[in-house]
């Protein structure tokens, strides 16, 4: 139900952790007026190996507090939690939900030698939802699957280039360059904060796909077609909760280029 939602409220947005920033960043992007309310469950992260009952009660606690703290609309700023729980959210909330999942459709469409990799949490790649998604839209191309164990713990430690990080990201990446992928998603929302490092593994010609911008549209769309947009004139605040350490969270922001608000 998108009828009467209140322009002026925040936008509420969660991920495990400080992926979401990533998504954060697209969407003050695209909507630079609207006010943001970032929620890091930092004491539960990551959510990539946990059981799907785990992260949708926590999606649900965490959507209750948002929702709250006065949300017109959440974002689930996590594939993780958007394949384990956003058809609950919706069943059990009444405001708008928009998600994220792997970005099968749109790197089928760029590829042209066949062959995609998807990057992505072993949770989300576990479920019938990630199998809908190739179903639905491989058509003929094959889609290679990485579980990347160990990447969300990287970007959550602010280490995204160093010796052991390159070492970790070449032995998921180069089965798939070899696999003659010329596309890969970023089908988790920690990894586009890897990019610069993917870059420098697989050179200029590979391209690393990345959903936050299409989910930040896709948001903007609600929020327009709901009447919905915040009409202020100067740039929304982003306010910053999280379950763990407000002083690490804090510190975590930094690492990644965000502003200590
Ligand atoms: N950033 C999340 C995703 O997009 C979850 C990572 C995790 O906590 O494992 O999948």
């Given at each position: 139900?998108?009828?009467?939602l209140?322009a002026?409220a925040p936008?509420?947005i969660f991920?495990?952790?400080?992926?979401g920033l990533?998504?954060l960043?697209?969407?003050?992007?695209?909507?630079?007026?609207?006010?943001?309310l970032?929620y890091a469950?930092t004491?539960?992260?990551?959510?990539g190996?946990?059981?799907v009952?785990?992260?949708?009660?926590r999606?649900?606690?965490?959507?209750?507090?948002l929702?709250a703290?006065g949300?017109k609309?959440?974002?689930v700023a996590c594939?993780?939690?958007?394949?384990a729980?956003?058809a609950?959210?919706?069943?059990?909330f009444?405001l708008?939900f928009v998600g994220m999942?792997p970005?099968v459709?749109?790197a089928?469409?760029?590829?042209r030698s066949?062959?995609?990799g998807?990057l992505?949490?072993?949770r989300?790649?576990?479920?019938?939802?990630f199998q809908?998604l190739v179903d639905?839209?491989?058509?003929?191309?094959?889609?290679?699957?990485?579980?990347?164990?160990?990447w969300?713990?990287?970007?959550?430690?602010?280490d995204?280039?160093?010796?052991?990080c390159?070492a970790?990201?070449r032995?998921?990446?180069?089965?798939?360059?070899?696999?003659?992928c010329d596309?890969?998603?970023?089908?988790c929302t920690?990894?586009?904060?890897?990019?610069?490092?993917?870059r420098d593994?697989v050179?200029p010609?590979?391209?690393?796909?990345?959903t936050?911008?299409?989910v930040?549209?896709q948001?903007?769309r609600v929020?327009?077609?709901?009447a919905?947009?915040?009409?202020a004139s100067?740039?929304?605040p982003?306010?910053?909760?999280?379950?763990?350490?407000?002083?690490?969270?804090?510190?975590?922001?930094?690492?990644?280029?965000?502003a200590?608000t």
């Amino acid at each position: 139900m998108t009828a009467g939602l209140h322009a002026a409220a925040p936008i509420g947005i969660f991920d495990s952790g400080v992926g979401g920033l990533s998504v954060l960043r697209a969407l003050q992007a695209q909507l630079p007026h609207e006010r943001f309310l970032y929620y890091a469950d930092t004491a539960h992260c990551p959510y990539g190996e946990r059981d799907v009952a785990t992260i949708r009660a926590r999606a649900e606690a965490i959507s209750a507090e948002l929702i709250a703290a006065g949300a017109k609309l959440i974002v689930v700023a996590c594939n993780t939690a958007t394949i384990a729980a956003i058809a609950h959210l919706r069943a059990r909330f009444e405001l708008p939900f928009v998600g994220m999942e792997p970005g099968v459709k749109p790197a089928v469409m760029a590829s042209r030698s066949g062959h995609v990799g998807v990057l992505a949490t072993t949770r989300s790649l576990a479920g019938e939802r990630f199998q809908a998604l190739v179903d639905a839209h491989a058509r003929g191309v094959t889609v290679h699957t990485r579980a990347c164990s160990g990447w969300v713990e990287r970007v959550e430690a602010g280490d995204l280039h160093s010796p052991a990080c390159m070492a970790m990201l070449r032995g998921d990446v180069q089965p798939l360059i070899e696999a003659r992928c010329d596309v890969l998603v970023l089908g988790c929302t920690h990894f586009p904060f890897l990019a610069p490092a993917l870059r420098d593994l697989v050179g200029p010609d590979i391209h690393l796909l990345d959903t936050g911008p299409a989910v930040a549209r896709q948001a903007a769309r609600v929020l327009g077609d709901a009447a919905a947009l915040n009409p202020a004139s100067g740039p929304g605040p982003t306010l910053w909760r999280c379950s763990g350490s407000d002083h690490d969270f804090q510190q975590q922001r930094r690492l990644l280029g965000f502003a200590a608000t």
